[in-house]
């Protein structure tokens, strides 16, 4: 006994969501609902919706996308609908073959079980449904409840179609008057001046950092700092390889020393042989050079182990790039920056390019706090476009943070936002497009 309420909730419960599926459906996704879904509250074999008049057609069955009206179960089927809607009886009727006309029973066994229920959806059509056995008490009740949701649905539906198409299709002279009103007016919001703006790739670079470079040409032995850390001033940050220099500081030492023993040699003898007095200058010469050259490595030999020059940010590379990595004299290896003096630093594409005024407004939207942009001010726009890294033209653009700015970490990455001179609204927008154009054509 305790299924057979929670049987009738489990039914009302499906009731409830069929009528508010009804009401929610859209277009033919209605008609659908019709057919197919009434079959969660009442069972049934087989279903129709038929439109009465003026239409007077079939507009859906269960089991298919498209009714195809020239197939013979629906051709019958009209046949046998247009028949009950010309008796135009109220309410819910059962029938069976002995219901109707010998012309139209006779194929009934062919097409449908014994029983046909037709429920009215005043005053658009009906529903009508096939079963194999008759209606009980409560499945009546609940094909009242479904018929009233389902001609509401239907009703709003195509009444709101009816005022859509009275819309458009009414007033052919009011349509031109909007249509000419619309155009005026957007052609004079092309005239209406905006601040020209171009996005650019950016990122947070020093300002006036002393730049490290190799002393000497040599291999990396070893970095000894990190990258983003604060030296010191006089701390080593590099070491290159000094095996190389040891050997040949050995080298002139040795022969430093020869030739000290002979300038020795050479002045004992002096004394008694003339010739080789005359030869002193020349040993003498032979002994500053090898002391130049042991002086010159001895100073190399230091140079191996860079410091810092002054105190600051080490800003350079992953150290693993680097250990083993040959450099010539000269090469940069490692900037030392102030962290409290930054800047943003762009690179404006060729094709991108605007009229830039110094003193313009600049927006630096980070890639790590895309939502909260940091105001600058343009300082620098290079003269001539360079080629980049990614093989792109592009302009060097820098701008200073305005005063009250947090200082983001040098090295974040994020999108410059430029701001040129107003121009007409219709240019903004056109501008690419035309110049794009005027590439391809040639003038």
């Given at each position: 006994?305790?299924n057979?309420?929670?049987?009738?909730l489990l039914?009302?419960t499906?009731?409830?969501?069929l009528?508010r599926r009804a009401r929610?459906?859209?277009?033919?996704?209605?008609?659908?609902?019709m057919?197919?879904?009434?079959?969660?509250?009442?069972?049934?074999r087989q279903?129709?919706?038929?439109?009465g008049a003026?239409?007077r057609r079939?507009?859906?069955?269960s089991?298919n996308?498209?009714a195809d009206?020239n197939?013979?179960?629906?051709?019958?089927?009209?046949?046998?609908?247009s028949h009950l809607?010309?008796?135009g009886?109220?309410?819910?009727?059962?029938l069976s073959?002995?219901d109707?006309?010998?012309e139209i029973?006779k194929?009934?066994?062919h097409?449908?079980?014994q029983?046909?229920?037709w429920v009215p959806?005043?005053p658009l059509?009906?529903?009508v449904?096939a079963?194999?056995?008759?209606?009980?008490?409560?499945e009546?009740?609940?094909?009242?409840?479904?018929a009233?949701?389902?001609?509401h649905a239907?009703k709003?539906?195509?009444?709101?179609?009816r005022?859509?198409?009275?819309?458009?299709?009414?007033?052919?002279?009011?349509?031109?008057?909007i249509?000419?009103?619309?155009?005026?007016?957007?052609?004079?919001?092309?005239?209406?001046?905006?601040?020209?703006?171009v996005?650019a790739?950016?990122?947070i670079?020093p300002?006036e950092?002393f730049?490290?470079?190799a002393?000497?040409?040599?291999?990396?032995?070893?970095v000894l700092?990190?990258p983003?850390e604060?030296v010191?001033e006089?701390?080593p940050?590099?070491?290159?390889?000094?095996?190389k220099?040891?050997?040949?500081l050995?080298?002139a030492?040795r022969?430093k020393e020869?030739a000290?023993?002979e300038?020795r040699?050479?002045?004992?003898f002096?004394?008694?042989?003339?010739?080789?007095?005359?030869?002193l200058?020349?040993l003498q010469?032979?002994l500053d050079q090898?002391?130049?050259e042991?002086?010159y490595?001895?100073e190399q030999l230091?140079?191996?182990?860079?410091?810092a020059?002054?105190?600051g940010l080490?800003v350079?590379?992953d150290?693993?790039?680097?250990?083993?990595?040959?450099?010539a004299?000269g090469?940069?290896?490692?900037?030392v920056a102030?962290?409290e003096?930054?800047?943003?630093?762009?690179r404006?594409?060729?094709?991108?390019?605007?009229?830039?005024?110094?003193?313009?407004?600049?927006w630096l939207?980070?890639n790590v706090e895309p939502g909260?942009?940091l105001d600058?001010?343009?300082t620098?726009?290079?003269?001539?476009a360079?080629?980049?890294?990614d093989?792109?033209?592009?302009?060097r653009?820098?701008?200073?943070?305005?005063e009250g700015e947090?200082?983001?970490?040098?090295g974040l990455?994020?999108?410059?936002?430029l701001y040129?001179?107003?121009?007409?609204?219709?240019?903004s927008i056109?501008?690419?497009?035309?110049?794009?154009?005027?590439q391809?054509?040639?003038?």
């Amino acid at each position: 006994m305790t299924n057979v309420p929670n049987r009738e909730l489990l039914r009302l419960t499906a009731l409830l969501q069929l009528e508010r599926r009804a009401r929610a459906a859209a277009g033919d996704e209605l008609p659908f609902v019709m057919v197919n879904e009434t079959l969660g509250v009442v069972r049934y074999r087989q279903a129709l919706l038929w439109r009465g008049a003026p239409e007077r057609r079939i507009v859906a069955a269960s089991g298919n996308t498209i009714a195809d009206r020239n197939a013979p179960y629906l051709v019958w089927a009209s046949r046998l609908c247009s028949h009950l809607d010309t008796e135009g009886r109220d309410g819910i009727r059962e029938l069976s073959a002995s219901d109707l006309e010998a012309e139209i029973a006779k194929e009934w066994s062919h097409w449908l079980p014994q029983y046909l229920v037709w429920v009215p959806l005043p005053p658009l059509g009906s529903l009508v449904l096939a079963r194999e056995t008759p209606l009980n008490e409560g499945e009546r009740n609940l094909l009242i409840l479904i018929a009233d949701a389902y001609a509401h649905a239907w009703k709003a539906q195509l009444a709101g179609r009816r005022l859509y198409n009275r819309v458009s299709s009414g007033g052919g002279r009011r349509r031109k008057l909007i249509g000419a009103a619309m155009l005026v007016l957007l052609v004079a919001a092309g005239f209406v001046p905006v601040r020209q703006s171009v996005l650019a790739p950016a990122e947070i670079s020093p300002v006036e950092p002393f730049t490290i470079r190799a002393p000497l040409d040599g291999v990396v032995e070893s970095v000894l700092v990190k990258p983003n850390e604060m030296v010191a001033e006089g701390q080593p940050v590099f070491r290159l390889d000094p095996r190389k220099l040891r050997n040949q500081l050995a080298v002139a030492t040795r022969a430093k020393e020869a030739a000290k023993a002979e300038l020795r040699q050479a002045r004992q003898f002096a004394v008694v042989d003339q010739k080789i007095r005359a030869s002193l200058p020349v040993l003498q010469g032979k002994l500053d050079q090898q002391a130049t050259e042991v002086d010159y490595l001895t100073e190399q030999l230091a140079q191996t182990e860079i410091r810092a020059p002054r105190a600051g940010l080490a800003v350079f590379d992953d150290p693993n790039d680097w250990i083993g990595r040959p450099v010539a004299i000269g090469e940069r290896m490692m900037l030392v920056a102030d962290p409290e003096k930054v800047q943003v630093e762009a690179r404006l594409p060729v094709a991108d390019a605007i009229d830039l005024e110094l003193g313009g407004p600049v927006w630096l939207f980070l890639n790590v706090e895309p939502g909260r942009p940091l105001d600058a001010v343009l300082t620098f726009v290079s003269y001539k476009a360079q080629q980049g890294a990614d093989g792109i033209l592009a302009y060097r653009v820098k701008a200073r943070l305005n005063e009250g700015e947090q200082l983001p970490r040098i090295g974040l990455e994020g999108i410059a936002k430029l701001y040129g001179e107003k121009v007409p609204l219709a240019y903004s927008i056109f501008r690419r497009p035309l110049s794009a154009a005027r590439q391809w054509l040639g003038f």
